[in-house]
Protein backbone atom coordinates (compact mmCIF):
# COMPACT_ATOMS: atom_id res chain seq x y z
CA UNK A 1 0.00 0.00 0.00
CA UNK A 2 3.13 2.05 0.86
CA UNK A 3 4.48 1.90 -2.90
CA UNK A 4 1.05 2.22 -4.29
CA UNK A 5 0.67 5.38 -2.49
CA UNK A 6 3.91 6.57 -3.07
CA UNK A 7 3.60 5.96 -6.62
CA UNK A 8 0.40 7.70 -7.23
CA UNK A 9 1.56 10.69 -5.65
CA UNK A 10 4.67 10.99 -8.11
CA UNK A 11 1.98 10.45 -10.81
CA UNK A 12 -0.15 13.55 -9.44
CA UNK A 13 2.85 15.33 -9.11
CA UNK A 14 4.33 14.21 -12.83
CA UNK A 15 0.99 14.97 -14.34
CA UNK A 16 0.15 18.53 -13.00
CA UNK A 17 4.13 19.28 -13.73
CA UNK A 18 3.07 18.30 -17.52
CA UNK A 19 0.18 20.69 -17.35
CA UNK A 20 1.83 23.45 -15.87
CA UNK A 21 4.91 23.10 -18.68
CA UNK A 22 2.79 22.40 -21.20
CA UNK A 23 0.67 25.59 -21.00
CA UNK A 24 -2.94 25.19 -20.33
CA UNK A 25 -4.29 24.27 -23.79
CA UNK A 26 -4.89 20.70 -22.08
CA UNK A 27 -6.58 22.07 -19.03
CA UNK A 28 -6.82 25.69 -18.02
CA UNK A 29 -8.33 26.91 -14.38
CA UNK A 30 -7.44 28.81 -11.79
CA UNK A 31 -6.96 28.36 -8.81
CA UNK A 32 -9.86 28.76 -6.05
CA UNK A 33 -10.85 28.02 -2.75
CA UNK A 34 -13.47 25.98 -1.92
CA UNK A 35 -15.27 28.41 0.43
CA UNK A 36 -15.98 30.56 -2.50
CA UNK A 37 -18.18 32.95 0.11
CA UNK A 38 -15.21 33.67 1.71
CA UNK A 39 -13.26 35.24 -1.51
CA UNK A 40 -15.49 37.74 -2.66
CA UNK A 41 -13.05 40.21 -3.84
CA UNK A 42 -11.13 36.97 -6.18
CA UNK A 43 -14.26 35.87 -7.62
CA UNK A 44 -15.62 39.42 -8.53
CA UNK A 45 -14.54 42.93 -8.50
CA UNK A 46 -17.80 44.71 -8.30
CA UNK A 47 -17.93 43.17 -4.31
CA UNK A 48 -15.43 46.04 -3.52
CA UNK A 49 -16.82 48.21 -0.64
CA UNK A 50 -20.62 46.68 -1.36
CA UNK A 51 -22.12 45.51 1.92
CA UNK A 52 -19.55 47.06 4.55
CA UNK A 53 -17.02 49.77 4.78
CA UNK A 54 -14.17 47.55 5.71
CA UNK A 55 -13.24 43.92 5.09
CA UNK A 56 -10.58 41.89 5.45
CA UNK A 57 -10.02 38.17 4.43
CA UNK A 58 -7.42 35.53 5.26
CA UNK A 59 -7.62 32.09 3.49
CA UNK A 60 -5.52 29.03 3.45
CA UNK A 61 -5.56 25.77 1.73
CA UNK A 62 -3.53 22.17 2.19
CA UNK A 63 -5.06 19.77 -0.63
CA UNK A 64 -3.20 16.66 -1.61
CA UNK A 65 -1.31 15.90 1.11
CA UNK A 66 -2.32 12.10 1.31
CA UNK A 67 -1.07 11.35 -1.73
CA UNK A 68 2.39 13.62 -2.60
CA UNK A 69 3.71 17.04 -1.34
CA UNK A 70 0.70 19.27 -0.37
CA UNK A 71 -0.66 21.97 -2.70
CA UNK A 72 -0.35 25.14 -0.72
CA UNK A 73 -2.40 27.87 -1.12
CA UNK A 74 -3.02 31.44 0.95
CA UNK A 75 -4.91 34.45 -0.11
CA UNK A 76 -5.55 37.85 1.43
CA UNK A 77 -7.43 40.48 0.81
CA UNK A 78 -8.96 43.92 1.67
CA UNK A 79 -11.74 46.07 0.42
CA UNK A 80 -13.17 49.91 1.66
CA UNK A 81 -16.06 51.72 1.07
CA UNK A 82 -15.27 55.08 -0.88
CA UNK A 83 -17.19 58.09 -0.24
CA UNK A 84 -19.11 57.05 2.34
CA UNK A 85 -21.65 59.86 2.63
CA UNK A 86 -22.47 59.97 -0.98
CA UNK A 87 -25.30 57.33 -2.11
CA UNK A 88 -23.54 56.74 -5.47
CA UNK A 89 -20.29 56.00 -3.78
CA UNK A 90 -16.87 53.81 -4.95
CA UNK A 91 -15.12 50.55 -4.10
CA UNK A 92 -11.45 50.00 -3.41
CA UNK A 93 -10.30 46.43 -3.12
CA UNK A 94 -6.69 44.89 -2.41
CA UNK A 95 -6.18 41.10 -3.11
CA UNK A 96 -3.26 38.74 -3.42
CA UNK A 97 -2.63 35.24 -3.75
CA UNK A 98 0.29 32.73 -3.03
CA UNK A 99 0.24 28.86 -4.48
CA UNK A 100 3.00 26.21 -4.33
CA UNK A 101 2.19 23.13 -5.33
CA UNK A 102 4.47 19.49 -5.69
CA UNK A 103 8.19 18.66 -5.30
CA UNK A 104 8.69 20.88 -8.25
CA UNK A 105 7.83 24.09 -5.98
CA UNK A 106 5.64 25.25 -9.02
CA UNK A 107 4.33 28.37 -7.30
CA UNK A 108 2.22 31.50 -8.13
CA UNK A 109 2.12 34.68 -6.77
CA UNK A 110 -0.41 37.11 -8.22
CA UNK A 111 -1.00 40.90 -6.84
CA UNK A 112 -4.12 42.70 -8.46
CA UNK A 113 -6.01 46.63 -6.87
CA UNK A 114 -9.60 46.47 -8.15
CA UNK A 115 -12.39 49.17 -7.78
CA UNK A 116 -15.99 49.36 -7.97
CA UNK A 117 -19.05 51.63 -8.11
CA UNK A 118 -22.15 51.21 -6.46
CA UNK A 119 -25.33 52.79 -7.46
CA UNK A 120 -28.66 51.97 -5.53
CA UNK A 121 -31.38 51.23 -7.82
CA UNK A 122 -34.21 51.36 -5.14
CA UNK A 123 -34.84 52.01 -1.43
CA UNK A 124 -33.78 47.71 -1.24
CA UNK A 125 -31.67 46.94 -4.27
CA UNK A 126 -28.64 48.31 -5.91
CA UNK A 127 -26.76 47.26 -8.83
CA UNK A 128 -22.17 47.12 -8.90
CA UNK A 129 -19.90 47.23 -11.71
CA UNK A 130 -16.15 46.14 -11.12
CA UNK A 131 -12.43 46.24 -12.76
CA UNK A 132 -9.94 44.50 -11.80
CA UNK A 133 -5.73 44.89 -12.96
CA UNK A 134 -2.57 43.13 -11.54
CA UNK A 135 0.27 40.87 -12.06
CA UNK A 136 0.48 37.53 -11.77
CA UNK A 137 4.22 35.74 -11.73
CA UNK A 138 5.15 32.01 -12.10
CA UNK A 139 8.20 30.20 -11.21
CA UNK A 140 9.25 26.39 -11.29
CA UNK A 141 12.35 24.35 -9.56
CA UNK A 142 13.12 21.53 -11.91
CA UNK A 143 15.96 20.41 -10.74
CA UNK A 144 13.78 18.81 -7.89
CA UNK A 145 12.53 16.37 -10.81
CA UNK A 146 13.59 13.09 -11.91
CA UNK A 147 12.54 11.38 -15.10
CA UNK A 148 12.76 8.23 -16.54
CA UNK A 149 16.13 8.89 -19.06
CA UNK A 150 18.14 9.50 -15.64
CA UNK A 151 17.32 5.47 -14.27
CA UNK A 152 20.48 3.19 -16.00
CA UNK A 153 18.38 0.37 -15.56
CA UNK A 154 19.76 -0.60 -11.77
CA UNK A 155 20.13 2.77 -10.18
CA UNK A 156 18.92 6.67 -10.28
CA UNK A 157 21.44 8.90 -11.61
CA UNK A 158 20.94 12.92 -11.60
CA UNK A 159 23.77 13.28 -13.69
CA UNK A 160 22.44 11.37 -17.10
CA UNK A 161 20.57 14.14 -18.98
CA UNK A 162 16.68 14.15 -18.83
CA UNK A 163 15.97 14.72 -22.10
CA UNK A 164 13.43 17.13 -21.59
CA UNK A 165 13.55 20.46 -23.64
CA UNK A 166 14.80 23.56 -22.07
CA UNK A 167 12.41 25.50 -19.94
CA UNK A 168 12.86 29.05 -18.21
CA UNK A 169 11.74 28.98 -14.52
CA UNK A 170 10.00 32.27 -14.59
CA UNK A 171 7.85 33.94 -16.42
CA UNK A 172 4.86 36.41 -15.74
CA UNK A 173 2.00 39.06 -17.11
CA UNK A 174 -0.55 41.30 -16.63
CA UNK A 175 -3.73 40.08 -16.02
CA UNK A 176 -7.85 42.15 -16.85
CA UNK A 177 -11.10 41.66 -14.99
CA UNK A 178 -14.62 42.94 -14.92
CA UNK A 179 -17.79 42.11 -12.91
CA UNK A 180 -21.37 43.34 -12.34
CA UNK A 181 -23.25 42.55 -9.14
CA UNK A 182 -27.18 42.73 -8.21
CA UNK A 183 -28.31 42.88 -4.54
CA UNK A 184 -31.53 43.14 -2.95
CA UNK A 185 -31.97 42.92 1.00
CA UNK A 186 -34.97 43.48 3.26
CA UNK A 187 -35.06 43.73 7.57
CA UNK A 188 -32.19 42.44 9.67
CA UNK A 189 -31.48 39.25 11.21
CA UNK A 190 -32.93 40.17 14.97
CA UNK A 191 -34.28 37.09 17.05
CA UNK A 192 -37.35 38.90 17.72
CA UNK A 193 -38.55 39.34 14.36
CA UNK A 194 -35.05 37.57 11.76
CA UNK A 195 -37.27 37.85 8.42
CA UNK A 196 -34.10 39.19 6.36
CA UNK A 197 -34.58 38.41 2.88
CA UNK A 198 -31.23 38.75 1.05
CA UNK A 199 -30.32 38.47 -2.23
CA UNK A 200 -26.92 38.97 -4.23
CA UNK A 201 -26.11 37.50 -7.94
CA UNK A 202 -23.22 38.13 -9.93
CA UNK A 203 -21.00 37.81 -13.30
CA UNK A 204 -17.51 38.28 -13.80
CA UNK A 205 -14.93 37.29 -16.82
CA UNK A 206 -10.82 37.44 -16.08
CA UNK A 207 -8.36 37.19 -18.65
CA UNK A 208 -9.57 38.61 -21.43
CA UNK A 209 -7.14 39.47 -23.56
CA UNK A 210 -5.52 35.84 -23.22
CA UNK A 211 -2.31 36.21 -21.88
CA UNK A 212 0.73 33.61 -22.87
CA UNK A 213 1.34 31.04 -20.20
CA UNK A 214 4.05 29.05 -20.17
CA UNK A 215 7.41 28.27 -18.92
CA UNK A 216 8.88 27.29 -22.99
CA UNK A 217 7.82 30.79 -23.64
CA UNK A 218 5.64 29.23 -26.47
CA UNK A 219 2.77 32.07 -27.68
CA UNK A 220 0.22 29.59 -28.94
CA UNK A 221 0.23 28.37 -24.98
CA UNK A 222 -2.39 31.13 -24.02
CA UNK A 223 -4.66 31.26 -20.65
CA UNK A 224 -8.35 30.69 -21.50
CA UNK A 225 -10.76 33.41 -20.50
CA UNK A 226 -12.88 32.61 -16.96
CA UNK A 227 -16.31 33.24 -16.46
CA UNK A 228 -17.43 32.89 -13.15
CA UNK A 229 -21.30 33.17 -11.62
CA UNK A 230 -22.34 33.11 -8.53
CA UNK A 231 -25.19 33.50 -6.21
CA UNK A 232 -25.64 33.50 -2.39
CA UNK A 233 -29.19 34.63 -0.48
CA UNK A 234 -29.70 34.80 3.37
CA UNK A 235 -33.54 33.65 4.22
CA UNK A 236 -34.80 34.51 7.91
CA UNK A 237 -37.16 31.86 9.48
CA UNK A 238 -39.65 34.21 11.17
CA UNK A 239 -39.57 34.13 15.17
CA UNK A 240 -36.86 31.63 14.90
CA UNK A 241 -32.97 31.42 15.37
CA UNK A 242 -32.07 29.97 11.84
CA UNK A 243 -31.03 32.22 8.73
CA UNK A 244 -30.94 29.42 5.43
CA UNK A 245 -27.93 30.72 3.35
CA UNK A 246 -28.04 28.89 0.01
CA UNK A 247 -25.74 29.58 -2.55
CA UNK A 248 -23.90 28.78 -6.11
CA UNK A 249 -20.70 29.18 -8.03
CA UNK A 250 -19.97 28.31 -11.63
CA UNK A 251 -16.81 28.45 -13.49
CA UNK A 252 -16.42 28.26 -16.98
CA UNK A 253 -13.08 28.40 -18.42
CA UNK A 254 -11.90 26.68 -21.70
CA UNK A 255 -12.69 23.10 -21.94
CA UNK A 256 -13.15 23.09 -18.00
CA UNK A 257 -16.55 23.58 -16.18
CA UNK A 258 -17.19 23.87 -12.35
CA UNK A 259 -20.16 23.77 -10.46
CA UNK A 260 -20.59 24.32 -6.97
CA UNK A 261 -23.79 24.57 -5.12
CA UNK A 262 -24.18 24.67 -1.26
CA UNK A 263 -26.42 25.59 1.39
CA UNK A 264 -25.56 26.80 5.15
CA UNK A 265 -27.90 26.82 8.33
CA UNK A 266 -27.02 29.34 10.30
CA UNK A 267 -28.40 29.52 14.23
CA UNK A 268 -28.18 33.21 16.02
CA UNK A 269 -26.64 31.73 19.09
CA UNK A 270 -27.22 35.27 21.10
CA UNK A 271 -27.57 38.96 19.57
CA UNK A 272 -25.64 42.14 20.78
CA UNK A 273 -27.54 44.36 23.93
CA UNK A 274 -28.88 47.40 22.37
CA UNK A 275 -28.00 49.83 24.92
CA UNK A 276 -24.56 48.60 27.12
CA UNK A 277 -22.97 47.10 23.93
CA UNK A 278 -21.42 44.64 26.73
CA UNK A 279 -23.39 40.97 25.03
CA UNK A 280 -21.79 40.71 21.29
CA UNK A 281 -23.65 39.21 18.66
CA UNK A 282 -22.56 35.45 17.88
CA UNK A 283 -23.66 32.66 15.49
CA UNK A 284 -23.12 29.16 14.19
CA UNK A 285 -23.59 27.91 10.51
CA UNK A 286 -23.41 24.25 9.63
CA UNK A 287 -23.81 22.82 5.82
CA UNK A 288 -21.55 21.98 2.78
CA UNK A 289 -21.23 22.31 -0.90
CA UNK A 290 -21.18 19.88 -3.28
CA UNK A 291 -18.64 20.49 -6.62
CA UNK A 292 -20.01 18.06 -9.35
CA UNK A 293 -18.33 14.81 -9.83
CA UNK A 294 -15.17 16.02 -7.71
CA UNK A 295 -16.14 16.49 -3.96
CA UNK A 296 -18.48 17.41 -0.96
CA UNK A 297 -17.28 19.83 0.99
CA UNK A 298 -18.83 19.90 4.95
CA UNK A 299 -18.11 23.55 6.66
CA UNK A 300 -18.73 24.66 9.76
CA UNK A 301 -18.12 28.67 10.85
CA UNK A 302 -18.09 30.62 13.97
CA UNK A 303 -19.12 34.16 14.00
CA UNK A 304 -18.91 36.67 16.90
CA UNK A 305 -19.26 40.02 16.80
CA UNK A 306 -16.97 41.63 13.48
CA UNK A 307 -15.25 38.48 13.55
CA UNK A 308 -15.52 35.01 11.34
CA UNK A 309 -13.73 32.16 11.21
CA UNK A 310 -14.71 29.34 9.02
CA UNK A 311 -13.25 25.40 8.51
CA UNK A 312 -13.94 22.93 5.54
CA UNK A 313 -12.69 19.98 4.29
CA UNK A 314 -12.96 18.52 0.81
CA UNK A 315 -13.70 15.06 0.42
CA UNK A 316 -12.52 13.72 -2.72
CA UNK A 317 -15.32 11.87 -4.80
CA UNK A 318 -13.53 11.63 -8.11
CA UNK A 319 -12.11 8.63 -9.46
CA UNK A 320 -8.85 9.62 -7.98
CA UNK A 321 -10.52 8.76 -4.62
CA UNK A 322 -9.06 4.66 -5.16
CA UNK A 323 -5.74 6.89 -4.22
CA UNK A 324 -6.41 9.06 -1.70
CA UNK A 325 -9.51 7.05 0.28
CA UNK A 326 -11.18 10.39 0.07
CA UNK A 327 -8.95 12.10 1.39
CA UNK A 328 -8.88 15.63 -0.31
CA UNK A 329 -7.74 18.65 1.69
CA UNK A 330 -8.52 20.77 4.15
CA UNK A 331 -9.44 25.00 4.33
CA UNK A 332 -9.75 27.80 6.86
CA UNK A 333 -10.74 31.25 6.42
CA UNK A 334 -10.48 34.15 8.61
CA UNK A 335 -12.91 37.46 8.57
CA UNK A 336 -12.99 40.54 9.49
CA UNK A 337 -15.91 43.14 8.67
CA UNK A 338 -17.14 46.31 9.84
CA UNK A 339 -19.77 47.25 10.55
CA UNK A 340 -20.88 43.88 11.93
CA UNK A 341 -22.96 41.81 9.68
CA UNK A 342 -25.47 41.38 12.45
CA UNK A 343 -25.57 45.50 12.39
CA UNK A 344 -28.64 47.25 10.75
CA UNK A 345 -27.46 49.67 8.40
CA UNK A 346 -27.43 53.74 8.59
CA UNK A 347 -29.05 54.59 5.62
CA UNK A 348 -30.90 52.56 2.76
CA UNK A 349 -30.09 50.25 -0.34
CA UNK A 350 -26.81 49.29 2.52
CA UNK A 351 -27.32 45.31 3.48
Same mark, same amino acid.
Given at each position: ?????????????????????????????????? +?? /???? *???????????????????????????????????????? #?????????????????????? /??? *?????????????????????????????????????????????????????????????????????????????????????????????????????? &?? +???????????????????????????????????? &???????????????????? +???? +??????????? &?????????? #???????????????????????? *???????????? #?????????? *???????????????
Amino acid at each position: MKNKKSISGKLVCICFFIAMMAGVSASAQDFHFS +QF /DETP *VQLNPSNCGVHHEIQLIANYKNQWQSIASPFKTFALSFDT #RLLKRKKKHLGLGFDFLNDKAG /DAA *VATNQFNVSLSGIIPVSRKSLISGGLTVGYSSHTINTSALSWGNQYNGMNYQPSIASGEPVAVDNFGYVDLGAGINFSYGTDEMYISANDTRKVNIGISVFH &PH +QPVYSFYGDASSKLYTKFVLNGNAAIGMKNTNLVLK &PSYIVFIQGPTKEITPGMMF +QYIL +QESSKYTGNKK &PAALSIGGYY #RFRDAFIPVVKFEYANYEIGFSYD *VNLSQLKTVTTT #RGGFEISLRF *VAPSAFTKPRTEARF
